[in-house]
């Protein structure tokens, strides 16, 4: 394709993706395709001649636009808003045309320090403490592309952080500082000792993470009288036994808006429980919520305070709620030498005179892979655009859906709340009156989970659901709505209970023509 082909090309996806966008609330939500539809249409090899690009064009639509689904879509309820906006796509293709792998300072200079502004912009954004600043020559951030990729990298820097210190306090060591190599016989001695800590509501990355790592991961259970969240006198008590059991706890994930209920884990009682310890370090996963950190108001709710005290790392996602598209998580450190420490491999092909005078960062160092995107010109392109003011006003608009539906729950004689809203998130279930208060919490699950199924049978909604384990009671299985996209309306959550209302009806029609008999 040569430039002109370009151009012609360019102005023809822009003018379909202004297609896509206009027609979109018209469109159904969920994709209306089984498995293989795809397979089956596509050829089994590659071309072996060119092909006309106006072909593969048409191609797009035909052919993959029927196998989407609508994130975008106003009525997407499902998992967590992904929003991808306009500024961001276009920040993409711009971040595409330079492209390059930005791995360090002298790739592309205006990768990394727009990078290193955007981070500190951000951390101002929401608050976070002075150190977490890229500023402050101690801690800062850096873009990565997901959350769990956030863990990983934040267990990393743990597991290097602990095995350091027990290499210094091992009977007649005479290692001090952080200025050498972990010995060989610390690390054989004490990797495989290791354990990481989550609750039972903490993302499935947590588990993920130990699984990489060949290390336990601990959930420690949470009750429903505590909303769900991880309490220090638990996960002390967890750790308490294994301490006594010759293992080495280096790694808590707590979570700022769990992704079941949007639960703020008690980072006070866990900041004060870890603060005896010398091995662990504490990350904050707020994947979904963090970004709502930009709302004053919102910063004790999500224990802000707390954060700034106790955090090792923090991190959220700029590409769910955050209007930023697909990938761009925001990953901050309290101490950035922790992550040198553990990431720097630097063989002599990567070296440069500024990064050994130490004029510059190089972020191959803060992330587990060498390459990189240019995501940062995402960030710059949305923020300018929105402004904090715009970007504090889209996620008041969430919260304020959040906060009419539930009304309308509440209202509702056959529906009840499982949790109140937490920011844009509420979990639901059939109940109220319509329940007699003597039916088994097994059956409650069964009927929800009949509703479950013809919610997913449509395609004009999209809701998940989820099972809250809990110690003091059975798990409940009940709906999450997770609202807040840029494109939902009022009127869109109004139609979305309006279809859940009228699913509600139809199991409980059919539970009560068998008098709830075949259930008991
Ligand atoms: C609390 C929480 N953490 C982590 C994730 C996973 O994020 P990522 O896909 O960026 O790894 C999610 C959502 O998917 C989440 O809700």
Known sequence: ?????????????????????????????????????????????????????????????????????????????????????????????????????????????????????????????????????????????????????????????????????????????????DGFDIPDDIRAKYSSKLVMYGSTHTHSLGQKAALIFGLTFRAVPVSTADKYALRGDALQEVIDQDIKDGLIPFFVIATVGTTSTGTVDRIDEIGAVLAEYNTISLHIDAAWAGVAL????????????????????????????GLVALDCTLFFVRNRKVLNLALDATPAYLRYKEAETGAVIDYRNWQLALGRRFRSIKVWFVMRSYGVKGFQDHLRVGIDHCQQLSKLIIASPSFELVTAPSLALLTFRLGGAAIPADTLPAERNLLNTLLNVRLNARYDVFLTQTLLPSTDEEDVFCIRVALGGRRTTMRDVEEVWAVVVEEGEEVLREWTKTSGAAWA
């Open 294 to 321: 930009a709302l004053e108001d919102q910063r004790g709710y999500l224990r802000l305070a707390d954060i700034n005290r106790y955090a090792t790392s923090f991190c959220t996602n700029m590409h769910k709620w």
């Open 1 to 177: 394709m040569d430039i002109e082909g370009f151009r012609r090309a360019g102005y023809a996806a822009v003018d379909a993706v202004c297609d896509y966008y206009t027609n979109l609330s018209k469109k159904t939500v969920r994709a209306q395709v089984l498995p293989g539809y795809l397979i089956d249409q596509l050829p089994r090899e590659a071309p072996k001649t060119d092909e006309d690009f106006a072909l593969v064009q048409s191609d797009f639509e035909s052919l993959i636009l029927p196998g989407i689904t609508n994130w975008q879509h106003g009525k997407f309820m499902a998992y967590f808003p992904g929003i991808s906006t306009f500024e961001s796509m276009i920040a993409d293709l711009y971040a595409t045309s330079v492209s390059n792998p930005g791995f360090n300072w002298v790739c592309s200079p205006a990768c990394t320090e727009l990078e290193q502004v955007m981070m500190d912009w951000m951390a101002k954004l929401f608050g976070l403490g002075k150190m977490f600043h890229i500023e402050s020559g101690k801690g800062g951030g850096v873009i990565l592309n997901s959350a769990s990729e956030a863990v990983l990298t934040a267990a990393v820097a743990a597991r290097e952080t602990a095995l350091r210190y027990l290499a210094t306090t091992e009977p007649g060591s005479t290692l001090s500082g």
